[in-house]
């Protein structure tokens, strides 16, 4: 089986879980370490403007999509992003409650995306979709192969990471078919310019939010904090650093999301899933 055709076989099924995150009293969530938290707190703070952007992307082109499964999964996709996008701003809230710039920041994203929605072609947004997409995948793909990543998490942050990574990696080939498919297979200088340009700005950006955030928690000014946070990301764990390789691949002439076959793990990691009810 190709890794079309393994996309086209993928049921993507839109789990509508709730997470309480109310219940946990701690702000550095993530083994108590506030640089590690820091990490994925930066990355939820994007999800709500990045993900209103991925299915406004999707659905300029559903009426161009002549095959019915990817028709009906393109659906899907959208279900997962807004349930993803409706938790993440629960998850968000609660940063805020923690004395987080969180909505400040969720302004600034979304003032990023709304930039790119007048500026670009519907087209140029679906390829920043799919390049974004791939992001989200190759994280989702980090946190499902070494679960010891969210091992001393909470739980319920260690369920929306979870959750959140199975139904990425589920629909990752969605948006990149529909590119395909419009584009009838002639769209990847396209693809890779953006996935260039799109790499610059998501790096920038997140860039902007660790360090508002290092300020939210009392801790810009030292150099001690600001070499911990990078080794979070670049060093060890180095969450970052580890999906390199990955996102490499995607400026393969005949690259697929699906060339990377993780559907056995996606089987194995399901079985968490069960405490998120
Ligand atoms: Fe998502
Ligand atoms: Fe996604």
């Known amino acids: 089986m190709n890794s079309a055709d393994i996309s086209r076989s993928i049921t993507?099924?839109?789990?509508d879980?709730?997470?309480?995150f109310s219940t946990i009293k701690e702000r550095d969530w993530?083994?108590?370490?506030?640089?590690?938290s820091l990490v994925f707190n930066g990355l939820s703070i994007t999800f709500p403007a990045g993900e209103r952007f991925f299915i406004r992307s999707v659905k300029a082109f559903r009426g161009d999509i002549r095959n019915e499964t990817l028709q009906s999964q393109a659906g899907a996709f959208m279900a997962q992003e807004?349930?993803?996008?409706?938790?993440h701003?629960?998850?968000?809230?609660?940063?805020?409650?923690?004395?987080?710039?969180?909505?400040?920041l969720h302004e600034?994203?979304?003032?990023?995306?709304?930039?790119?929605?007048?500026r670009y072609s519907d087209i140029e947004h679906l390829a920043a979709t799919c390049a974004l997409e791939h992001f989200t995948a190759i994280l989702a793909e980090e946190l499902l192969s070494k679960p010891d990543l969210l091992a001393d998490a909470r739980r319920e942050y260690r369920d929306i990471w979870l959750w959140h990574a199975i139904e990425e990696s589920e629909h990752k080939g969605v948006a990149f078919d529909v590119y395909q498919e419009v584009m009838q297979g002639k769209g990847y200088w396209l693809r890779v310019r953006t996935m260039l340009i799109v790499t610059v700005l998501f790096l920038q950006h997140m860039g902007r939010i660790f360090t508002v955030l290092l300020q939210d928690i009392g801790q810009n000014r030292s150099m001690s904090a600001r070499l911990r946070l990078n080794w979070a990301l670049w060093g060890k764990p180095g969450l970052f650093r580890k999906v390199m390789l990955n996102w490499a691949a995607y400026f393969k002439?005949?690259?697929?999301?699906?060339?990377?076959?993780?559907?056995?793990?996606?089987?194995?990691?399901?079985?968490?899933?069960?405490?998120a009810a």
């Open 17 to 20: 879980q709730h997470f309480a």
């Open 108 to 118: 600034e994203t979304e003032a990023r995306f709304e930039w790119a929605q007048t």
């Open 12 to 15: 993507i099924s839109p789990r």
């Open 30 to 36: 993530l083994g108590g370490d506030p640089f590690r």
């Open 82 to 87: 807004a349930m993803h996008t409706r938790e």
């Open 89 to 104: 701003v629960r998850y968000n809230q609660r940063l805020e409650e923690h004395g987080c710039r969180a909505s400040m």
């Open 253 to 275: 002439p005949g690259f697929h999301p699906w060339d990377h076959d993780n559907r056995t793990k996606l089987k194995e990691a399901e079985q968490f899933l069960v405490y």
